[in-house]
């Protein structure tokens, strides 16, 4: 029984990187490249042609429109298209800014074909991605249907400057209280939430709708 390929379009300015990776994921039969891009407004472009691809492999840093505002758009005017974030670089500001915009999730460029086909196939199947940059046990655990634990007004404000690039000393200046206070709003929340790392607030935080983007 033949696999339905999967129609994935390609967003990166740098020209070799993108069609060395078209031409690596086309030796997949289940992957059917549909268009390669070179920014996001060039993207813009090859989706009113291609509004049913199911997966964009999004870089970051592109000329014109970076991959934030790229995905932004993706997610306002084609809901139904996921986006996985590609990036050089394990950061932690590129990967919450992208989860952010709406991607659904984030990969390395180093990473091998035979992973990004995984990866491409989780997103399509469930919306998300899951690896060590982005918690997989956090991620399960916002699709169950538990009681949210109970976050008060201080820590939810404590989240929302999570969200932002501010230090968590910049964060206590602004909320006005003591860089300790902060330290305790945040193993708090690490404790109620099963959550381990400032990424992984702001994961859960914009799954929940407890951030404002």
Known sequence: MQTQSLSIGIVDDHTLFRSGLANLLSEFEE??????ATNGLDMQKHLKSHPQVQVILMDINMPLMDGYAATQYVKKDYPKVNVLALSMFEDEK???GMLKAGAGGYMLKE???????IAIKAVVEKGFFINDMVSGRLLFSLKQTEPKPLITEKEHTFLQHCSTEMTYKEIADLMNISPRTVDNYRESLFAKLNIKTRTGLVVYGIKHDLIKI
């Open 31 to 36: 992957i059917n490249v549909v268009f390669q």
């Open 111 to 117: 990473s091998t074909p035979h992973d990004l086909v």
């Open 94 to 96: 590129a990967i919450i």
